[in-house]
């Protein structure tokens, strides 16, 4: 099949949607259809895959997403595509995937984590924000035309679709998916052996991992007052650690982590191209996210057999539904969070979370969700 993936930036260096669709489009490739990504501009070298750049044109953000909607249903036209798989709202694709969730939900999860002023502003901000309101506009024309199939990520997107749109007819769920290393496991263990030594972790010492850019919406503030609260109530915890990834810049949190007495046991790391080293030595993963429509964090560490802790408002969290992990309301259950450091610091309960996550590990790999998606492409050629 002839295949278009629509994507606004393409830097899989970027992580999130950017990597996802990278991995998507290599998969598709070589099961041998042809693939084209559409973007604005992208910084990717695969020879298996065209990356047609269709360029940045306009005054302002919001007439550089409308110039480029026009050249992609111009490019759409042209191409003859069998199948058009969108990451943005583009009026007459075949498939939307908000791989960022839903534009409703994703607001409402900026006004979540803010106090009452910051509701009432952050409410004002989106009226007065013409880039937000037309990709709302977007949004509620591609999910209104029944043509159009909306392809949801995880549960929680798919259940955004009804409350919102009162959407269900023609939404369908391909659960995210995510590559992992394909590595021996005495390099696994190096790996380990080497990072953990290089925070100055024993072998029997706790490490937990968060991986986030944005460290706002993933709740890295909440992480480190839980970690400080968790260590202050439990005996023999002064050798734990926390390693942040994903900042250059984190001073404010640096200072936070200082206000909380955490010493050396606290590491923030910057953007790294390979993050399978500290996965490795990491014990537990934490994401307290406001909102993720699907995290790969969450499913790479479950992959790798690494439990997690996230929050309701992740729709990945549905993969520790059978014990691969801990579920909390939101970040601010700080309560909740300690509970579930206490839980899975111990050896025995972490070894259990461990099993049902490799039990699950296939049902997350790339090639069931390419499965999928060419069960549902075919339908769209068919048609």
């Known amino acids: 099949m002839k295949i278009a993936l629509i994507i606004e930036g393409m830097d899989p260096s970027r992580g999130g949607r950017e990597t996802s669709t990278a991995q998507i489009a290599t998969a598709l490739a070589k099961r041998g259809h042809a693939v084209t990504v559409l973007c604005q501009s992208g910084c990717w070298d695969e020879p298996s895959v065209e990356l047609r750049q ?30 058009t798989h969108a990451m943005l709202p583009v009026p007459g694709v075949d498939i939307y995937q908000p791989r960022g969730g839903t534009v409703p939900a994703q607001r409402q999860a900026s006004r979540r984590r803010r106090n009452l002023p910051g ?30 199939i909306c392809l949801a990520g ?11 749109y009162r959407r269900s007819k023609n939404v369908r769920v391909v659960f995210n998916a995510v590559d992992i290393p394909n590595i021996s496991d005495g390099q696994r263990n190096l790996w380990r052996q080497q990072s953990r030594w290089g925070i100055g972790a024993g072998p ?17 503030e909440q992480t480190i007052s839980a970690f400080a609260r968790w260590r202050q109530s ?5 050798g734990s650690h926390l390693v ?6 984190f001073q404010h949190y640096n200072t936070i982590a200082a206000k909380q007495k955490l010493g050396e046991s606290v590491h923030f790391l910057p953007p790294m191209g390979d993050v399978f080293h500290w996965y490795a030595a990491t014990d537990v993963c934490v ?3 406001w909102y993720d429509a699907c995290s790969r964090v969450v499913l790479e560490a479950a992959r790798w057999g690494i439990p997690s802790i996230t929050t309701a408002f992740n729709g990945a969290a ?31 309960w972490r070894a259990k979370a461990k099993q049902a996550c490799l039990a699950q590990a296939d049902d997350l790999s790339m090639a069931r969700q390419i499965d999928e998606l060419e069960t549902i492409y075919q339908e769209i050629a068919a048609r």
């Open 244 to 249: 942040i990834i994903g900042r250059k810049e």
């Open 204 to 220: 029997d010492d706790v490490v937990f991992l968060t991986i986030a850019k944005n460290f706002e919406l993933k709740g890295v």
């Open 119 to 148: 509701k009432i502003l952050s409410k004002l901000g989106d009226s007065l924000n013409s880039h937000r309101r037309y990709m709302a506009q977007l949004e509620r024309t591609v999910a209104h035309d029944q043509h159009t």
């Open 318 to 348: 549905e993969v520790l539904d059978t014990g691969g992990g801990e579920i909390v309301e939101g970040p601010d259950d700080i309560d909740g969070v300690v509970e579930a450091m206490d839980k899975l610091s111990n050896p025995a």
């Open 54 to 83: 269709l360029g940045k044109t306009g005054l302002d953000r919001t007439g550089r997403l409308r110039r480029f909607i026009v050249n992609v249903q111009e490019a759409v036209a042209e191409g003859k595509f069998d199948v």
């Open 287 to 289: 994401l307290l996210s």
């Open 154 to 164: 995880s549960g929680m997107v798919a259940r955004e679709f009804e409350r919102y």
């Open 234 to 238: 439990k005996p023999g915890s002064a």
